[in-house]
């Protein structure tokens, strides 16, 4: 059984940075695509960031040149960089695992499995 730990979340200023790290037990990331996803109250999950088992990334509008996704299979985990956050980035966020693929979509409905998340604050 995959599980799935997310860490580094916290409070930090609107401008500021986070670094959010995803680590797996029980099984290898390195067959999975890995999406992480944010989930503000009253919304729905959407997805931040993806990235395929060759390192192929992709991201929305809302976070395309601020977030980086990044994947360290020796280490069997995931991360999330996060930059110029604003307030409204200001959520839980999950990583999750999908069926790997030649490109890189990551489907809330396609998730096998998630993690129980780590909350970001944005605030000053």
């Known amino acids: 059984q995959l599980q799935l730990t997310e860490s580094g979340g916290g409070l930090v200023q609107p401008g500021g940075s986070l670094r959010l790290s995803c680590a797996a037990s029980g099984r290898t990331l390195g067959y999975y695509t890995i999406g992480w996803f944010r989930q503000a109250p009253g919304k729905e999950r959407e997805g931040v960031a993806c990235i395929t088992s060759n390192h192929m990334t992709n991201y929305p509008d809302s976070v395309k040149g601020r977030f980086t996704i990044s994947r360290d299979n020796a280490k069997n985990t995931v991360y999330l960089q996060m930059n110029s956050l604003k307030p409204e980035d200001k959520t839980t966020y999950y990583c999750?695992?999908?069926?790997?693929?030649?490109?890189?979509?990551?489907?809330?409905?396609?998730?096998?499995?998630w993690g129980k998340g780590t909350l970001v604050t944005v605030s000053s």
């Open positions: 999750a695992t999908t069926l790997d693929g030649e490109e890189p979509i990551c489907p809330v409905d396609g998730v096998d499995y």
